[in-house]
């Protein structure tokens, strides 16, 4: 089959690689019809996990919608020609964690996630699916490929925070960082509140995506945040931060905003933030209540996620601005990085 193989920072390379064969009895393969690239998988492209992708090995990407056409004897719950899609990581359905319904903190799989480590991800033809009946699921006739790519891990991420944030209808609320998920994350954000949403980003093109969906953009950069804030609240601050960038920066501005007692619903993916000081007497002193849902446990709101587009609650399709081939991933893999004008997520169709 033919894959995007990883070889360096920013290094893609479209290759002919053995094609995947259930390994296990409770495998399946499943051929790609769509992927993406989450702003997650920038980590490992950019150079900043080093740890977890090997050159020359590791194929990118958790967000899929395709078929399955190879079914391990122990398998029960798939067949050969059921569509489907699967959360970014791999859970068995049975463990401690599962049960709690800590998905991503599965105990059997130790917390596999595909494209990370040693487990080959979606962009590729096809692509190996263990303990397939904990995790894997079938797509609704329907849905469209975008919603189910989504369902991966972008759109239950995004209803998990705001969930978490359990916004009331006259808080007012800010949303720090407008990528994909972001941007769904403020369609969803609209729902709850009657206020308007600030929107920080320092893209122009996310920000002005924003706008178009109803938000109040402000540019972290040329505009006055805290003054922007402060006429917002009338001086006391934001009650709710819904936040998507997941860098150091942007959480210190999330807290930065909040009213005291206000509460940060974190979202982003705070992988490579592993030195950043953080002032524990200021948290203390202003009862801040911080939710962190980065590591987010998407499967058991998969359903849930499908549901609120089918409600139009959230229309996934906004975020997608690019449609390429395998061939073309590894230069919109290098625009995605750079936050090229006008882009925003691509879909990829083998």
Known sequence: MRAAVYHAPHDLRVEDVPDPTPADPRDVVVATHAASMCGSDLYLYQGELPGLAAPGATILGHEIVGEVVAVGPAVSRFRVGDRV???FSVSCGTCRTCRMGLTGHCETSNRAIYGFGGLAGSHAEYVRVPLA??????????????TAVTASCNLPAALIAVDSAEI???????LVGAGPTGLLALQLVMRRTRRPVLVLDRVGH????AATLGGVPVDVDSDPVREVVADATDGLGVDVVVEFAGRGDAFDLAVSILRPGGVLAGGGVYRVETAHPTDLGMLFATDLQLRLNGLANVLPHMDAAMDAVAAGEVDPSVVFSHRVSLDGLPAAAEAFSRRAEGFH???IEP
């Open 85 to 87: 899609t699967f959360p």
């Open 345 to 347: 997520k691509m879909l």
């Open 133 to 146: 009946d904990g995790h894997l699921r079938h797509v609704p006739a329907g849905v469209d490929d975008e």
């Open 168 to 174: 009331a209808g006259d808080d007012a609320v800010a």
């Open 206 to 209: 996310r920000l002005a995506l």
